[in-house]
């Protein structure tokens, strides 16, 4: 029994050492995890900056596409504006003309005997005349507004118009006794 103080003394020793062991043990890893939350933290703080500056870009980007898109989207409207009314234009020119060569044609039944020439060139003659003549009235009414009957009538009392056609006829009969002689 002489030595049992001893080896509780030894033994107390033993587990001071190994105390202080692990407390020196604890505290390095305590000292490292607070490192290593400190590089995380770092490294979190860093990866947060990236991503807000990665979205930037992004939605700088996606604004350029959209702002690009939409201005694509704009000139195909605009260009398919402007050739709907070219579109407009000719084909309301092409019955526009179309109604005055039939409505020369009503006029000329109206106006003069039934030994006028009736020929395509003479009825194109007298529709490039009339047209000329009536450009301001016709210029913009559309095509299918224009009652043929009525230019007819209204044609058949314009003086130009019978002057034009008194004209074609008497150089017509001129060339046809001419052509008799």
């Known amino acids: 029994m002489k030595f049992l103080p ?45 991503l807000e500056r990665l979205a930037e870009d992004n939605t700088s980007e996606i604004k350029a596409v959209r702002e690009k898109a939409a201005s694509g989207v704009e000139n195909l409207e605009l260009r398919l504006n402007e050739l709907e009314i070219e579109l407009r234009d ?44 009536f450009h301001k009235e016709l210029q913009g009414v559309p095509g299918e507004k224009v009652d043929p009957e009525l230019l007819a009538t209204f044609l058949a009392r314009d003086q130009s118009f019978l002057d034009a056609l008194q004209f074609k006829t008497l150089t017509e009969f001129d060339s046809s006794d001419t052509d008799e002689r």
Do not use: C, Y
Not at 26 to 48: G, K, M, P, V, Y
Not at 119 to 132: I, N, Q, R, T, Y
């Open 6 to 50: 001893m080896i509780a003394l030894v033994v107390a020793l033993v587990a001071l050492v190994h105390t202080f062991w692990l407390a020196n043990r604890i505290a390095a890893r305590l000292s490292s995890t607070e490192a290593d939350n400190a590089t995380f933290e770092r490294d979190s703080e860093a990866a947060s900056a990236e």
């Open 90 to 133: 000719e084909v309301s020119s092409k019955l526009t003309q179309e109604l005055v060569e039939e409505a020369t044609s009503m006029a000329i039944e109206k106006v003069v005997s039934s030994h006028l020439p009736k020929s395509s060139d003479f009825l194109l003659d007298l529709a490039g005349v009339l047209a000329k003549n």
